[in-house]
C-alpha cells in the first residue's frame, strides 16, 4: 500500500510559478512510476506529466512541455512538479499516482493522493 498527500497547491496570478510536491509512503518508492494528473471543473482527468524509477525518463502532455518540469527524489519518497509561466487553462486539482508502468494512461497507476488546487488567476 502507498499513501501519497501532495501538497504546494495556491492561487497564483497568470505568468506566476508553483512548485507541488507529492510524499510518498512506500518504503520502495524507487521502485514505482510516478506521475501528476489534473482535472479541471467540467473535464476528464488528463495526465500532465511523469517520471520513472531513476529519474531520467520523463515525459510530458504537449500542453506543459517547456513550462513543467517533474523531477523525483527517492532518498526523501518525493516527486515534485515545478510549474513555470503558469495560464487560466492551467486552473485544475492535481494529482499525484504511483504506478509500475510507465504510461499516460491514469487507469495504469495503482496510488492515488487527494490532490491539491491550483487556481490561476487572468
Known amino acids: 500500500q502507498v499513501q501519497l498527500v501532495e501538497s504546494g497547491g495556491g492561487l497564483v496570478q497568470a505568468g506566476g510559478s508553483l512548485r507541488l510536491s507529492c510524499a510518498a509512503s512506500?518504503?520502495?518508492?524507487?521502485?514505482?512510476?510516478m506521475a501528476w494528473f489534473r482535472q479541471a471543473p467540467g473535464k476528464d482527468r488528463e495526465f500532465v506529466a511523469r517520471?520513472?524509477?531513476?529519474?531520467?525518463?520523463?515525459g510530458y502532455a504537449d500542453s506543459v512541455k517547456d513550462r513543467f518540469t517533474i523531477s523525483r527524489d527517492n532518498a526523501k519518497n518525493t516527486v515534485y512538479l515545478q510549474m513555470n509561466n503558469l495560464t487560466p487553462e492551467d486552473t485544475a486539482v492535481y494529482y499525484c499516482?504511483?504506478?509500475?508502468?510507465?504510461?499516460?494512461?491514469?487507469?495504469?497507476?495503482?496510488?492515488w493522493g487527494q490532490g491539491t488546487q491550483v487556481t490561476v488567476s487572468s
Open positions: 499516482a504511483a504506478g509500475r508502468i510507465s504510461t499516460i494512461v491514469s487507469d495504469r497507476y495503482n496510488y
Open positions: 512506500a518504503r520502495t518508492f524507487s521502485n514505482y512510476v
Open positions: 517520471v520513472n524509477w531513476g529519474g531520467g525518463d520523463l
